[in-house]
């Protein structure tokens, strides 16, 4: 189902640069001080539609109710066909000739709430998440930081989807509160490692695919087939301890390091939704095997741009610190779901597969603090009055994606987070 209908419009005002346009739609979880029962809903401008309400009403009719659950995976196991019928049906409800809501002052006092004034939740349940590398970029950054500057990258990386398996239970919603993390730091190679808290936190700001078609043990999923296995699209900041890190990876890689916490944003972006912003993707060179070979004229990245802004406590307003666009990843979504799977692991519906950093080319593209303030050597001016090598206690994390044409835009929604001091040891 393509997105790009500039004529559909709704009852509903939306401004014009609104993330959330009629072509958007997307889904997440929520709740309100009237009926603290978490549900399903969707938004539309400044609106969020009960689509419980709808489902209690008889105006959305799926092969069993699925709405009135603490996340979206009862709606996604329907799959696509369920989907597309949904989304089909919000469209009619919502635009601007169809008086069944519009024309009821009742029902929309029922199922139209504004998203001022409810409270997200994460919108799925995580079974399994992993994130991947796929960004040459920041690939390189980090290893001219740290190995050769005249050869980053290692062996392998152009010829696989470089990934670890993180950590799903620390997995929250934006505008949750992150607190920095302790662990053993070792500052020298003459000195012992000692537990402390965290001096260099960061950020990495990401793109993650929800999966919505799970696979067997022991199957494959073709490249061809891997974007039917996608429901949508979350913005994503993968918060790291860059110096535990540093101790730690090796020879297993990140691990506590990694695992404190991962922000979603709390809006899934249905992968339909994203169809019309597709685009052919960077020539890989050496040609992967031929299982992760796309055709020549596939469409298999996305035309998504993003921002990161950071605000101190000592800050009046937030500050656009980087800005880049995750047409620029090196390795395709279908690229990794296909890596993935060959040895036979399978996946599940509720599954996030995480892009890894994206950076683009030029310094305020750059999607770590890592990059940006190149480990510290060279801090970034926030202010006249303030600098940043990485977070500081009570920094505010902001970050956005979206994509654009002639007539609209679609956006993610903000994915925020505040840091807050450590533990005391």
Same mark, same amino acid.
């Given at each position: 189902m393509n997105s790009r209908h500039p004529e559909l419009k709704s009852f509903i005002e939306v401004e014009q640069n609104s993330d959330f346009p009629i072509q958007n739609l997307p889904y997440g979880v929520f709740k309100c001080k009237n009926k603290p029962t978490p549900r399903v809903g969707v938004a539309i401008g400044s609106m969020l539609i009960d689509l419980d309400c709808l489902e209690s009403k008889g105006l959305l009719k799926l092969s069993q109710k699925v709405f009135h659950h603490s996340s979206l995976n009862e709606f996604i196991n !329907?799959?696509?066909? =369920?989907?597309?019928?949904? *989304?089909?049906?919000? *469209? /009619?409800?919502? #635009? $601007?000739? +169809?008086?069944?809501? *519009?024309?009821?002052?009742?029902?929309?006092e029922q199922c139209l709430h504004k998203r001022s004034e409810v409270e997200m939740l994460l919108p799925i349940q995580v079974g399994d998440y992993t994130d991947f590398y796929s960004s040459i970029e920041h690939a390189s950054n980090v290893g001219s930081m740290f190995r050769d500057k005249n050869n980053p990258l290692l062996p392998n990386w152009k010829h696989l989807p470089v990934g670890y398996h993180g950590r799903a239970s620390s997995i929250v919603v934006s505008g949750s509160n992150i607190k920095r993390p302790v662990g053993q730091i070792k500052q020298s190679e003459q000195t012992p490692p000692h537990l402390q808290a965290c001096a260099k936190l960061? $950020?990495?700001? /990401? !793109?993650?695919?929800?999966?919505?078609?799970? &696979?067997?043990?022991?199957?494959?999923?073709? !490249?061809?087939?891997?974007? #039917?296995?996608? $429901?949508?699209?979350?913005l994503m900041n993968d918060w790291s301890a860059r110096d535990i890190q540093k101790w730690e990876y090796v020879p297993l890689g990140p691990f506590v390091s990694k695992s404190f916490a991962t922000s979603v944003s709390p809006w899934v972006i249905p992968m339909s939704?994203? =169809?019309? $912003?597709?685009?052919?993707?960077?020539q890989q060179d050496p040609t992967p095997l031929k299982y992760l070979q796309h055709q020549e004229n596939d469409k298999a990245h996305f035309d998504i741009n993003l921002s990161i802004s950071l605000q101190g406590k000592e800050h009046e307003r937030s500050k656009k610190i980087s800005q880049t666009n995750s047409k620029s990843l090196y390795w395709s979504l279908a690229q990794q779901i296909t890596h993935h799977t060959i040895?036979? +692991?399978?996946?599940?519906?509720?599954?996030?597969?995480? #892009?890894?950093?994206? &950076?683009?080319? =030029?310094?305020n593209s750059y999607g770590s603090m890592l990059e940006l303030s190149w480990n510290g050597q060279k801090p970034i001016q926030i202010d006249e009055n303030n600098k940043r090598s990485f977070l500081e206690d009570y920094d505010q994390v902001i970050m956005n994606a979206w994509s654009e044409c002639e007539t609209y835009k679609l956006g993610f929604g903000e994915l925020t987070g505040q840091i807050l001091p450590a533990a005391e040891l």
């Open positions: !329907l799959g696509k066909v =369920e989907w597309d019928k949904t *989304r089909q049906k919000l *469209r /009619e409800l919502l #635009s $601007f000739d +169809c008086p069944i809501i *519009r024309d009821k002052p009742v029902l929309k960061d $950020f990495e700001l /990401e !793109l993650a695919a929800v999966i919505g078609k799970k &696979s067997k043990v022991g199957q494959t999923i073709k !490249l061809e087939e891997a974007p #039917s296995h996608v $429901f949508g699209f979350v939704a994203l =169809e019309p $912003f597709k685009v052919k993707g960077p040895t036979g +692991c399978n996946i599940n519906v509720g599954d996030l597969m995480a #892009s890894g950093t994206i &950076s683009g080319q =030029e310094k």
